[in-house]
């Protein structure tokens, strides 16, 4: 029963740390989750979920058990066992920014007492835990890393709105700064999920999440730039990419789109080639090559849709274009770094008189454009409509029904009126 009364903190209540906190709060520990945005720790303890894949009643529940406590007082971490990092690690200037880790290691270390563990699960070049964690963590508590605390690297590996793939039964990689660190983090997180994979060191663990990423990265601009020759080329790339799915073996399926977005493929790929050039002096020309290619979408997009218009007559200038889905990807809310929103933007630079529709929004995005309902009026107003995100709420056959030009980026759409990326 001692395991019960193990105190977790988990530093950041985001798309990783709220899933990851309300997972270890149903498996039994007391878990704070402290988020230094006072707004959204009051929607937390309103019940209020903000994260589509946290229920607001597994919220609740956990709250009413008292086995989560929603915290903006950083006096709540005293006495932790275990802290828990889940904080953003964006791009400034096109470099790593981690002003957020060291903010929260700094807090952390406030808080740290001899025995207890730190796992940093921000997404991070090879070298971060040991060279900046572990230095920032020495420093704020006057204790020594390996020896009176232990420290780890696991890679957050959540898919939002995956229905088979969640937090629990997606393996989760782990590491440790040595043998005593990687059992302290095997004990905690084989209690919340099915299966740990340990790795040897957190360098590798770092490299894992990068690799998974750039893996990804460059195989969806491998996709986006055969579209765009496709295209020219009056062949259909969807169907060839389906035929070549059907080899069972050398091969995966990847499809083109208006861009990459999210936290993770427009940003994790620069943490690896910064790593590279800064350590090693090298370019890294595949992660350079396939930013340029997935970075020139969203214009690529504008284009396709600025033709299509121009064939009937039409300049952008002026008309009227419905944007279906701001979310980087379907079923999400999260409209981060989303190819939608430099849609927009270069729209609205060429005049066009641009609307949106997305039901899961609801943070403001970066651009200001009217958001709207799926209607037939909206759909018939619009000289051109473009869907972006293939959200299971949109209904696909009032688009086909009322449009009168779409440009399908999705491969979702049938009819004359329809053409695809
Ligand atoms: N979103 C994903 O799908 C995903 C997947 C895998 C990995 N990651 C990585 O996980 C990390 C977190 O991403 P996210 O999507 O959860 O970000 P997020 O922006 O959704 O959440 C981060 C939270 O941290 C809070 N925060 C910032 N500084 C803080 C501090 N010093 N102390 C306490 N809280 C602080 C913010 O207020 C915010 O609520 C990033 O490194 C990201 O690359 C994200």
Redesign the pocket.
């Known amino acids: 029963m001692r395991e019960r009364r193990t105190k977790v903190v988990v ?7 709220l899933p990851v906190a309300l997972r270890a709060a149903e498996a039994g520990y007391f878990v704070v989750g ?4 006072d707004t ?1 720790v009051k929607r937390l303890a309103a019940g209020d979920s903000y994260i589509e894949d946290v229920s607001s009643e597994a919220l609740v529940a956990a709250t009413d058990a008292g086995h989560y406590l929603p915290s903006s007082e950083r006096r709540d971490l005293a006495g932790f066992d275990y802290a828990i990092i ?4 964006p791009l400034r200037e096109g470099l790593p920014d981690l002003s ?1 880790i060291e ?2 290691c700094q ?1 952390v270390s406030r808080y740290l007492r001899p025995s207890a563990t730190v796992v940093l ?4 070049y090879p070298g971060t835990t040991e060279e900046v964690v572990g230095t920032l963590l020495e420093e704020g508590s006057g204790l020594e890393v390996g020896v009176d605390f232990h420290l780890g690297y696991s ?6 709105g995956n229905p088979d793939w969640n937090l629990k039964n997606t393996p989760k990689v782990i590491s440790g700064v040595n043998a005593e660190s990687l059992d302290a983090i095997r004990a905690f997180y084989s209690t919340i999920v099915d299966e740990v994979v340990a790795v040897s060191g957190t360098r590798e663990a770092e490299l894992t ?1 990068l690799i998974e990423n750039t893996f990804r990265h460059v195989n969806v601009a491998l996709v986006n730039e055969l579209a765009m020759y496709a295209s020219e080329l009056d062949t259909n790339i969807w169907e060839a990419i389906d035929a070549a799915s059907t080899k069972p073996f050398g091969f995966m399926r990847f499809v083109p789109g208006p861009g990459v977005g ?3 493929l427009p ?2 790929p620069s943490y690896l080639s910064w790593r590279v050039k800064q350590s090693l002096g090298h370019s890294f020309r595949f992660v350079e090559l396939a930013n340029d290619v997935n970075d020139h979408m969203p214009d690529y997009v504008v284009g396709r849709i600025a033709a299509a218009l121009n064939a009937r007559r039409k300049p952008l200038n002026g008309s009227r274009v419905l944007l279906l889905g701001l979310a980087y990807k379907r079923n999400t809310s ?1 409209a981060r770094e989303s190819p939608s929103v430099r849609v927009a933007r270069r729209l609205l630079a060429m005049g066009a008189d641009v609307r949106a529709v997305d039901p899961y929004v609801s943070e403001p995005t970066e651009v200001d454009i009217p958001l709207v309902e799926l209607t037939a009026e909206e759909l018939e107003a619009a000289d051109a409509a473009v869907l972006l995100s293939d959200h299971d709420a949109f209904d696909l056959g009032l688009v086909e029904a009322h449009a009168q030009f779409v440009l399908d980026t999705r491969a979702r759409l049938h009819g004359g009126q329809v053409e695809r990326l």
């Open positions: 530093v950041g209540q985001g798309y990783v740390g402290y988020d230094v945005d959204r889940t904080v953003p690690t957020y903010s929260a807090t699960e921000s997404t991070t890679p957050e590996r959540i898919d939002p999440k999210g936290h993770c940003i994790d999260d």
